[in-house]
């Protein structure tokens, strides 16, 4: 276990529809990242997080949108869903400790039909 | 812009010595990170280069070169269970975000 958790761990849904990715980071750490993996490509940056606050974005598309709660936990919604949308998402967070690098939760696979 | 490339796949004989190469080319550099990724699982870190020289951790070794926008892992001893897909990334100063390379997937053979 990483500490980072995320939910569901796997998603199937039809296209059109909208769902909602959540993600927990470590005990402490005040920054989320959010991360697209589609078969056999790499990790594409989509947003990060920092105390609440939206502090980078990548290639997001519009129909995505993310936020972080005063918990610290964030959601990343996808609406509007293709079938190109399938993919791995990943959330990662970090205290900002470059020497221990980056946490990654297990990840969520989304399917969409 | 940013682009950091590594060569698709490798493979290596059990036991050997095997060195994964990254380049980049990006607009902010703030260290070089290298992960270890089985299919279908969250990627693990292996290390990490902000100045230029080796870093060495057990079996692995990473590499860096600011001046060449260059970097290696080089993983020792191999074992089965390092059959991977190694991802190299960079540190930008933007929210200090990782950029990732397609990665390298290596494949060890008895």
């Known amino acids: 276990d990483s500490g980072v958790t995320q939910t569901p761990k796997h998603l199937i849904t039809a296209t059109g529809q909208r769902v909602t990715l959540r993600c927990s980071p470590r005990?402490?750490?005040?920054?989320v990242y959010w991360y697209q993996q589609s078969l056999d490509q790499g990790l594409q940056f989509l947003i990060q997080?920092?105390?609440?606050?939206?502090?980078a974005k990548g290639n997001i598309l519009e129909r995505f949108s993310a936020q972080q709660f005063p918990d610290l936990h964030s959601e990343l919604n996808l609406s509007s869903l293709e079938l190109g949308d399938s993919a791995l998402y990943f959330c990662?967070?970090?205290?900002?400790?470059?020497?221990?690098?980056?946490?990654f939760g297990s990840g969520t696979r989304l399917t969409v039909v | 812009g940013q682009n950091i490339d590594q060569p698709t796949e490798m493979t290596a004989t059990e036991g050997a010595i095997v060195q994964i190469n990254c380049t980049y080319q990006?607009?902010?550099?703030?260290?070089l990170f290298w992960y270890q990724q089985h299919a279908g699982e969250a990627p693990t870190f292996l290390s990490y280069?902000?100045?230029?020289g080796l870093e060495e951790k057990g079996r692995f070794s990473s590499f860096l070169s600011r001046s060449k926008g260059y970097s290696y892992l080089l993983l020792k001893e191999l074992q089965m269970k390092d059959s991977a897909s190694y991802l190299c990334?960079?540190?930008?100063?933007?929210?200090?975000?990782?950029?990732f390379g397609t990665g390298t997937r290596l494949q060890v053979f008895p």
């Open positions: 990662a967070s970090t205290t900002g400790g470059a020497h221990h690098g980056y946490t």
């Open positions: 005990s402490g750490d005040l920054s």
């Open positions: 997080y920092y105390n609440g606050e939206e502090r």
């Open positions: 990006t607009s902010g550099f703030n260290g």
């Open positions: 280069n902000v100045l230029d």
């Open positions: 990334a960079v540190r930008d100063y933007g929210g200090d975000k990782l950029i």
